[in-house]
C-alpha cells in the first residue's frame, strides 16, 4: 500500500518511468486511470461488452508488454486509445460478416436523463455497427468521447487532416443509417 | 470536401472562413440541404446524448487486467533466466513449455 500511495500522485509520464523500470503498481495506477476510456473504445468499435472486455484486457497486456517503445511522444492515454482501437479493429475485422450482438444499455439508476442517455446511445451504437470500421472509430473518438483531430489522427496513426475526412464521411454515413 | 460533406461540420460549428461562407451560401439555394443541415442537427443532440451514458470498465477489471500483466511478468523473467542458464536451447524448452 506504500507503493501506491507514493503513486498516487505523479502524472503518467512518471507512472510509465516507473513502470518502465519494473513496477507493476505503477502500471496498476495506469491501469486504474485509463480503464473506462479503454473499455468505452473497445466498446464501441465491438458493440458488445464480453467482446469490449477481451479487448480491452488485450489492450493493456500489449501496452505492458510494448511499454518499452512509448516514448511520450502522444499522451499515454492517446497511446492507449490507439492500442485499443487496434485490437478492436483486429477483432472486428477477423470476425467479419458476423453481426454484433445488440448492444446493452447500462443499468441507469433512475432519472429519466439516464434513461434517455441510454436508449440515445443504443441508437447510436446501432447505426455505429453499419458504418465502416475507420468512419466508426474517428467518430467515437470525435462525437463521443471529445478528442481533438490532432488527438484522433494520432489515435489512429492517421494524419490530422484524414482524421477530418472520416469524421465527415462517417457522419454522413452516420445519418443515413439513424434515418432508416 | 463537397458542400455535402461539409455540412456535419458545419452544425457542430466546426468550420471557418471559405468553407463556412460555401456552405452558407450553398444552405440559401437548397432546401434540401437545409433539411439535410436539421437531420445533423438531431444527429448531434443523440450523439450528445449517447456520449453521456455511462459506459464504465466492468467491476474486477483492474484485477483481471493485473493477472494478466503479472504473468507476463513472470515468463518473461522465467525466459530471462532460462536464457542466462541455458541459452537458446533453455528458451526452447519455456517456448514448448508454455505450449503445452
Given at each position: 500500500m506504500l507503493e501506491l500511495?507514493?503513486?498516487?500522485?505523479?502524472?503518467?509520464g512518471a507512472l510509465v518511468e516507473r513502470a518502465k523500470s519494473g513496477d507493476r503498481t505503477a502500471f496498476s495506477q495506469l491501469v486504474a486511470r485509463h480503464e473506462d476510456v479503454v473499455y468505452r473504445v473497445c466498446f464501441r468499435v465491438l458493440g458488445s461488452r464480453e467482446d469490449a472486455e477481451d479487448a480491452a484486457q488485450e489492450a493493456f497486456v500489449r501496452a505492458y508488454k510494448k511499454l518499452d517503445g512509448f516514448e511520450g511522444r502522444s499522451s499515454f492515454?492517446?497511446?492507449?486509445v490507439r492500442l485499443s482501437m487496434n485490437v478492436s479493429l483486429n477483432e472486428r475485422s477477423k470476425r467479419k460478416g458476423t453481426l454484433p450482438e445488440a448492444p446493452m444499455p447500462a443499468p441507469a439508476p433512475d432519472p429519466e436523463r439516464e434513461l434517455l442517455a441510454s436508449e440515445a446511445a443504443a441508437r447510436v451504437h446501432g447505426a455505429l455497427q453499419e458504418?465502416?470500421?475507420?468512419?466508426?472509430?474517428?467518430?467515437?473518438?470525435?462525437?463521443?468521447e471529445g478528442l481533438s483531430y490532432k488527438e484522433v489522427g494520432e489515435s489512429l496513426d492517421i494524419a490530422e487532416g484524414t482524421a477530418r475526412v472520416w469524421a465527415h464521411r462517417g457522419r454522413a454515413k452516420l445519418r443515413e443509417a439513424l434515418s432508416e | 470536401m463537397s458542400v455535402?460533406?461539409?455540412?456535419?461540420?458545419?452544425?457542430?460549428?466546426?468550420?471557418?472562413?471559405?468553407?463556412?461562407?460555401?456552405?452558407?451560401s450553398a444552405l440559401e439555394e437548397s432546401p434540401r440541404l437545409r433539411s439535410e443541415l436539421e437531420q445533423y442537427e438531431a444527429m448531434f443532440v443523440l450523439l450528445a446524448a449517447a456520449a453521456e451514458e455511462e459506459v464504465k470498465a466492468p467491476k474486477g477489471f483492474r484485477g483481471r487486467v493485473e493477472r494478466r500483466v503479472?504473468?507476463?511478468?513472470y515468463l518473461g523473467a522465467a525466459t530471462n533466466a532460462l536464457d542466462d542458464l541455458a541459452g537458446a536451447y533453455g528458451r526452447a524448452i519455456l517456448y514448448y513449455l508454455?505450449?503445452?
Open positions: 500511495s507514493k503513486t498516487m500522485k505523479l502524472d503518467d492515454k492517446t497511446w492507449m458504418i465502416q470500421p475507420n468512419h466508426r472509430a474517428a467518430i467515437s473518438l470525435r462525437d463521443l | 455535402e460533406e461539409l455540412l456535419a461540420a458545419y452544425a457542430t460549428g466546426e468550420l471557418e472562413g471559405e468553407e463556412r461562407e460555401r456552405v452558407e503479472a504473468i507476463v511478468a508454455r505450449l503445452v
